[in-house]
Protein backbone atom coordinates (compact mmCIF):
# COMPACT_ATOMS: atom_id res chain seq x y z
CA UNK A 1 0.00 0.00 0.00
CA UNK A 2 1.33 3.84 -1.28
CA UNK A 3 0.42 6.25 1.19
CA UNK A 4 0.88 9.88 0.44
CA UNK A 5 2.10 11.98 3.15
CA UNK A 6 0.24 14.68 4.56
CA UNK A 7 1.45 17.55 5.84
CA UNK A 8 -1.98 18.98 7.54
CA UNK A 9 -2.21 18.21 10.91
CA UNK A 10 0.64 20.48 13.13
CA UNK A 11 -1.04 18.66 16.06
CA UNK A 12 -2.24 21.44 17.60
CA UNK A 13 -5.24 21.55 20.32
CA UNK A 14 -7.81 22.57 17.68
CA UNK A 15 -6.18 19.72 15.39
CA UNK A 16 -8.85 16.79 14.63
CA UNK A 17 -5.80 14.51 14.05
CA UNK A 18 -5.47 14.56 17.94
CA UNK A 19 -8.90 13.17 18.88
CA UNK A 20 -7.80 9.60 19.91
CA UNK A 21 -4.19 10.28 19.15
CA UNK A 22 -1.87 7.46 20.22
CA UNK A 23 1.06 9.51 22.66
CA UNK A 24 4.87 9.34 21.85
CA UNK A 25 5.12 6.45 24.62
CA UNK A 26 2.66 4.21 23.28
CA UNK A 27 3.96 4.51 19.83
CA UNK A 28 7.34 3.52 21.19
CA UNK A 29 6.19 0.63 23.07
CA UNK A 30 4.48 -0.62 19.69
CA UNK A 31 7.53 -0.17 17.85
CA UNK A 32 9.58 -1.78 19.82
CA UNK A 33 7.55 -5.19 19.86
CA UNK A 34 7.74 -4.27 16.30
CA UNK A 35 11.57 -4.72 15.93
CA UNK A 36 12.14 -1.08 14.85
CA UNK A 37 10.65 -2.13 11.34
CA UNK A 38 11.87 0.22 8.59
CA UNK A 39 9.09 -0.36 6.24
CA UNK A 40 6.26 0.18 9.15
CA UNK A 41 8.71 3.29 10.20
CA UNK A 42 8.36 4.62 6.80
CA UNK A 43 4.77 4.26 6.39
CA UNK A 44 3.95 5.91 9.25
CA UNK A 45 5.59 8.53 8.35
CA UNK A 46 3.55 9.33 5.58
CA UNK A 47 0.22 9.46 8.02
CA UNK A 48 0.56 12.99 8.92
CA UNK A 49 3.17 15.86 10.22
CA UNK A 50 2.96 14.78 13.85
CA UNK A 51 3.74 11.11 13.11
CA UNK A 52 7.03 12.05 10.41
CA UNK A 53 8.50 14.14 12.98
CA UNK A 54 7.85 11.19 15.92
CA UNK A 55 9.45 9.01 13.08
CA UNK A 56 12.22 10.85 12.83
CA UNK A 57 13.39 12.21 16.11
CA UNK A 58 12.85 8.51 17.91
CA UNK A 59 12.08 5.73 15.87
CA UNK A 60 14.37 6.10 13.12
CA UNK A 61 17.67 7.09 16.07
CA UNK A 62 15.90 3.60 17.88
CA UNK A 63 16.25 1.65 14.52
CA UNK A 64 19.46 2.79 13.80
CA UNK A 65 20.89 1.71 17.51
CA UNK A 66 19.41 -1.52 17.05
CA UNK A 67 20.74 -2.18 13.63
CA UNK A 68 24.13 -1.17 14.72
CA UNK A 69 24.71 -0.40 17.88
CA UNK A 70 28.24 -0.38 18.07
CA UNK A 71 28.59 2.34 15.26
CA UNK A 72 25.92 4.40 16.52
CA UNK A 73 27.53 4.53 19.88
CA UNK A 74 30.90 6.05 18.05
CA UNK A 75 29.29 8.60 15.87
CA UNK A 76 27.46 10.30 19.21
CA UNK A 77 31.14 9.64 21.36
CA UNK A 78 32.35 13.31 20.11
CA UNK A 79 29.16 14.64 22.52
CA UNK A 80 26.27 15.25 20.21
CA UNK A 81 22.74 13.54 20.51
CA UNK A 82 22.08 13.35 17.15
CA UNK A 83 24.21 13.05 13.51
CA UNK A 84 24.76 14.69 10.73
CA UNK A 85 22.12 14.90 8.03
CA UNK A 86 18.97 13.24 10.80
CA UNK A 87 18.49 10.14 11.88
CA UNK A 88 16.21 8.78 8.35
CA UNK A 89 18.87 9.40 6.40
CA UNK A 90 21.37 7.59 8.61
CA UNK A 91 18.27 4.79 8.68
CA UNK A 92 17.95 4.89 5.19
CA UNK A 93 21.64 4.28 4.50
CA UNK A 94 22.15 1.48 6.37
CA UNK A 95 19.74 -0.58 4.43
CA UNK A 96 19.90 0.68 0.86
CA UNK A 97 22.04 0.74 -1.82
CA UNK A 98 21.87 3.55 -3.91
CA UNK A 99 22.34 2.59 -7.39
CA UNK A 100 22.22 4.47 -9.98
CA UNK A 101 20.44 6.08 -13.12
CA UNK A 102 22.13 7.01 -16.38
CA UNK A 103 22.00 10.55 -16.24
CA UNK A 104 23.15 10.31 -13.28
CA UNK A 105 26.35 10.47 -10.87
CA UNK A 106 28.39 7.55 -12.67
CA UNK A 107 28.90 7.70 -16.31
CA UNK A 108 25.22 6.74 -17.77
CA UNK A 109 25.51 3.22 -15.54
CA UNK A 110 21.73 1.96 -14.61
CA UNK A 111 21.66 0.24 -11.89
CA UNK A 112 17.84 0.51 -9.89
CA UNK A 113 18.54 0.90 -6.24
CA UNK A 114 17.34 -1.01 -4.03
CA UNK A 115 16.88 -2.44 0.17
CA UNK A 116 20.29 -5.00 1.61
CA UNK A 117 19.08 -7.11 4.29
CA UNK A 118 22.16 -6.90 5.66
CA UNK A 119 24.97 -4.94 5.50
CA UNK A 120 28.45 -5.24 7.21
CA UNK A 121 29.96 -1.53 8.05
CA UNK A 122 33.51 -1.10 9.29
CA UNK A 123 35.43 1.51 10.55
CA UNK A 124 38.98 -0.58 9.52
CA UNK A 125 37.96 0.02 6.29
CA UNK A 126 37.11 3.32 6.04
CA UNK A 127 40.97 4.11 6.68
CA UNK A 128 41.41 2.51 3.46
CA UNK A 129 39.47 5.40 2.16
CA UNK A 130 41.39 8.28 3.37
CA UNK A 131 44.46 9.90 2.48
CA UNK A 132 47.34 9.57 4.91
CA UNK A 133 47.25 12.96 6.05
CA UNK A 134 43.38 12.42 6.86
CA UNK A 135 43.26 9.09 8.80
CA UNK A 136 42.42 10.17 12.39
CA UNK A 137 39.41 10.83 10.81
CA UNK A 138 36.43 8.22 11.31
CA UNK A 139 34.94 7.26 8.23
CA UNK A 140 32.70 3.83 8.22
CA UNK A 141 32.09 2.23 5.18
CA UNK A 142 30.42 -0.91 3.80
CA UNK A 143 31.10 -3.91 2.16
CA UNK A 144 30.69 -3.32 -1.77
CA UNK A 145 26.75 -4.67 -2.56
CA UNK A 146 27.74 -7.03 -6.04
CA UNK A 147 26.05 -6.33 -9.33
CA UNK A 148 27.12 -8.78 -11.36
CA UNK A 149 27.69 -9.28 -15.22
CA UNK A 150 26.93 -5.32 -15.95
CA UNK A 151 27.40 -5.82 -19.41
CA UNK A 152 30.87 -3.57 -21.24
CA UNK A 153 30.73 -2.54 -17.30
CA UNK A 154 31.17 -5.72 -16.20
CA UNK A 155 31.04 -6.57 -12.20
CA UNK A 156 30.12 -3.24 -10.45
CA UNK A 157 30.55 -2.52 -6.68
CA UNK A 158 28.21 0.36 -4.89
CA UNK A 159 29.11 0.98 -1.67
CA UNK A 160 28.23 3.86 1.39
CA UNK A 161 29.56 5.01 4.18
CA UNK A 162 29.41 7.80 6.66
CA UNK A 163 31.67 10.14 8.58
CA UNK A 164 31.96 11.12 12.71
CA UNK A 165 31.53 14.23 12.96
CA UNK A 166 32.48 15.32 9.52
CA UNK A 167 31.74 19.20 10.20
CA UNK A 168 35.14 19.19 11.54
CA UNK A 169 36.78 16.38 9.73
CA UNK A 170 40.32 16.87 7.85
CA UNK A 171 38.76 15.42 4.82
CA UNK A 172 36.29 18.76 4.79
CA UNK A 173 38.89 21.08 5.60
CA UNK A 174 41.34 19.41 3.01
CA UNK A 175 37.96 19.73 0.08
CA UNK A 176 37.27 23.11 0.76
CA UNK A 177 41.15 24.01 1.04
CA UNK A 178 41.65 22.36 -2.80
CA UNK A 179 38.44 24.65 -3.96
CA UNK A 180 36.30 21.42 -4.63
CA UNK A 181 33.21 21.67 -6.67
CA UNK A 182 30.19 20.57 -5.75
CA UNK A 183 27.67 18.75 -8.27
CA UNK A 184 26.01 20.95 -9.89
CA UNK A 185 22.17 19.05 -10.03
CA UNK A 186 22.83 15.63 -8.45
CA UNK A 187 22.13 15.42 -4.54
CA UNK A 188 22.85 12.75 -1.77
CA UNK A 189 20.35 10.18 -1.59
CA UNK A 190 20.26 9.84 1.71
CA UNK A 191 19.76 13.41 2.97
CA UNK A 192 19.90 15.78 -0.68
CA UNK A 193 22.41 17.59 0.59
CA UNK A 194 25.14 18.60 -2.42
CA UNK A 195 27.85 16.11 -3.27
CA UNK A 196 31.75 16.29 -3.62
CA UNK A 197 33.12 14.38 -6.13
CA UNK A 198 36.18 12.78 -4.30
CA UNK A 199 38.06 11.66 -8.00
CA UNK A 200 38.02 15.19 -9.21
CA UNK A 201 39.17 16.73 -5.85
CA UNK A 202 42.18 13.70 -6.54
CA UNK A 203 41.49 12.47 -3.07
CA UNK A 204 41.01 8.60 -3.51
CA UNK A 205 44.08 6.45 -1.86
CA UNK A 206 45.17 3.64 -3.86
CA UNK A 207 44.31 1.44 -1.10
CA UNK A 208 40.51 2.07 -1.46
CA UNK A 209 40.57 -0.15 -4.47
CA UNK A 210 42.81 -3.10 -2.39
CA UNK A 211 39.96 -2.63 0.32
CA UNK A 212 37.07 -2.91 -2.53
CA UNK A 213 38.81 -5.84 -4.25
CA UNK A 214 38.36 -3.19 -7.43
CA UNK A 215 40.75 -2.35 -10.26
CA UNK A 216 42.60 0.72 -9.14
CA UNK A 217 41.12 3.07 -11.74
CA UNK A 218 37.73 2.08 -11.68
CA UNK A 219 36.93 3.93 -8.29
CA UNK A 220 34.80 6.76 -7.30
CA UNK A 221 32.94 8.22 -4.57
CA UNK A 222 31.03 11.45 -3.50
CA UNK A 223 30.53 12.81 0.08
CA UNK A 224 27.85 15.46 1.12
CA UNK A 225 27.89 17.71 2.96
CA UNK A 226 26.28 15.81 5.78
CA UNK A 227 29.13 13.14 5.47
CA UNK A 228 27.35 10.09 4.15
CA UNK A 229 29.83 8.88 1.06
CA UNK A 230 28.37 7.02 -2.28
CA UNK A 231 30.48 5.09 -4.59
CA UNK A 232 30.84 2.62 -7.53
CA UNK A 233 33.56 0.77 -8.64
CA UNK A 234 34.48 -2.26 -10.96
CA UNK A 235 35.26 -5.50 -9.45
CA UNK A 236 38.27 -7.63 -10.24
CA UNK A 237 37.77 -11.14 -10.82
CA UNK A 238 38.12 -13.50 -7.41
CA UNK A 239 40.97 -14.99 -8.17
CA UNK A 240 42.44 -11.32 -8.62
CA UNK A 241 41.21 -9.84 -5.70
CA UNK A 242 42.51 -12.39 -3.44
CA UNK A 243 45.86 -11.15 -4.89
CA UNK A 244 45.26 -7.70 -4.12
CA UNK A 245 43.87 -8.21 -0.68
CA UNK A 246 47.14 -9.88 -0.16
CA UNK A 247 48.95 -7.16 -1.62
CA UNK A 248 47.20 -4.43 0.43
Not at 10 to 38: M, R, Y
Not at 46 to 57: E, M, S
Not at 155 to 162: E, H, L, Q
Not at 222 to 246: F, Q
Request: glycine share 8%; net charge positive; aromatic share 10%.
Amino acid sequence: MILTKQYRCIHSASCSCTKGHLSEDVVFLVFQQLNWNPKLIATLSCVCKWFDDLAKRILWKEFCRTRAPKMMIDLQSSGSHSVDGNWRALGKLLIYCSGCTKDGLFNGIHIPGHFVYRTRFSRTSGKSFLLPQCRTDVLYVSDPCEHLGQGEDGDVGFFRGVFKSFSISKVRKMLIHRGAQLHPTEVCPYCKAKLWNMLQANMIPQSASCRLGSYEDCVEYYVCLNGHMLGICTLLPLSDSEEASELE
